[in-house]
């Protein structure tokens, strides 16, 4: 069992960066496979990034990729996502989510979920 706490977002301008924190509670965090999904008013949810366990490759959605960074520190139990040049198509929910070893961009590879945390970016 995991418990998932997002935290980190905020108002800012494009072109501004933001960096999303997620703590979780459990004794196995660094045998999870843990990502970043995010959901815009009236989208489905959809994946942004992931790591597989013990700090294994990292994968991107396409729209993020070269600007986010997902990242983990199991010794803290911490999953971290930094958004650099934001976008008003970066707007949304983020959610952190943790799955198996391997998941990766699959909402049904991820098991928890946190509540999520509002990111909201400017013109």
């Known amino acids: 069992q995991v418990q998932l706490v997002e935290s980190g977002g905020g108002l800012v301008q494009a072109g501004d960066s933001l960096r999303l924190s997620c703590a979780a509670s459990?004794?196995?965090?660094?045998?999870?496979?843990l990502g970043w999904f995010r959901q815009a008013p009236g989208k489905e949810r959809e994946f942004v990034a992931g790591?597989?366990?013990?700090?294994?490759?990292?994968y991107y959605a396409g729209s993020v990729k070269g600007r986010f960074t997902i990242s983990r520190d199991d010794t803290k139990k911490a999953l971290y996502l930094q958004m650099n040049s934001l976008k008003p198509e970066d707007t949304a929910v983020y959610y952190c989510?943790?799955?198996?070893?391997?998941?990766?961009?699959?909402?049904?590879?991820?098991?928890?979920w946190g509540q999520g945390t509002q990111v909201t970016v400017s013109s």
């Open positions: 989510a943790a799955g198996g070893p391997l998941a990766v961009d699959r909402r049904y590879e991820y098991d928890y």
């Open positions: 459990g004794r196995t965090f660094s045998s999870y496979g």
């Open positions: 790591i597989k366990w013990s700090a294994g490759s990292a």
